[in-house]
């Protein structure tokens, strides 16, 4: 059985005073759970904070994004050795708000993800298509086109390093979920899409998160999906109470 993830990505959010506040509460409530993982991921000034109040605990520490070379003269860039130095685990590449606002293509987060797992880091590579894109009835070849330009040159020794996200871009920040049996049907393609590219076992042992306007009142509908394997929530995660609900409501539903 796949252990569940939930993620808490904070975005542009709680920098300072805020990111010790929010994740000392996170921590007191949750530091003892191991039935599930969790991850949190502040943005790059708060990464230092938060891993100084939950390094003693099975809570996980991760980052938002990262270059793709390990050094070098890139000015403004984050190297994965420096996520690594200051305690991360996890990146989270690929995510929609990157692919839409920045123009980060699929073969530019594939070479992130190589650099990261040369690097040492396991990922969150996400995926997802544009409401047009899903009306259209483009969105199973929006996924795999992600999917194919983000694996094409990736290393075979890697794939156990790496969680997938779909994140269907429309339900993202919107209020709007992806009904759970139109979310399971993506999660099954892409596990659909790993069977045939790497066979039965990377595709059995693949975690694959969903991401779009999660709540505590969403998650157990999600999560009992055969393929869904947890959440990589935005909003919801700002907020101690609600993360901490999800995360409840999570092993509640899975046990």
Known sequence: MRKPLIAGNWKMNMGGSDSKELSRSIRNALDDYTDIDILLCPPYTAITHVYEIIKNTSIILGAQNCFYES????????????????????????????????????????????????????????????????????????????????????????????????????????????????????????????????????SNNLRILYGGSIKPENISSLIVKEDIDGGLIGGASLNVDSFIQIIKNTIKAVH
Request: with cysteine; hydrophobic share 40%; net charge negative.
């Open 71 to 202: 050094k070098g003269a890139f000015t403004g860039e984050i190297s994965p050795l420096f996520l690594l130095d200051i305690g991360c685990k996890y990146v989270i590449l690929g995510h929609s708000e990157r692919r839409y606002y920045f123009g980060e293509t699929a073969d530019l987060i594939g070479k992130k993800m190589i650099c990261s797992l040369d690097s040492g880091l396991n990922i969150i590579l996400c995926v997802g298509e544009k409401l047009e894109e899903r009306e259209n009835g483009e969105a199973f070849e929006i996924v795999k086109s992600q999917l194919e330009g983000s694996f094409r040159n990736l290393p075979e020794d890697y794939l156990k390093k790496i969680t997938v996200a779909y994140e269907p871009v429309w339900a993202i920040g919107t209020g709007k979920t992806c009904e759970p049996n139109m979310a399971e049907e993506m999660h099954h393609f892409i596990r659909s899409w790993f069977k045939v590219k790497f066979g039965d076992i990377i």
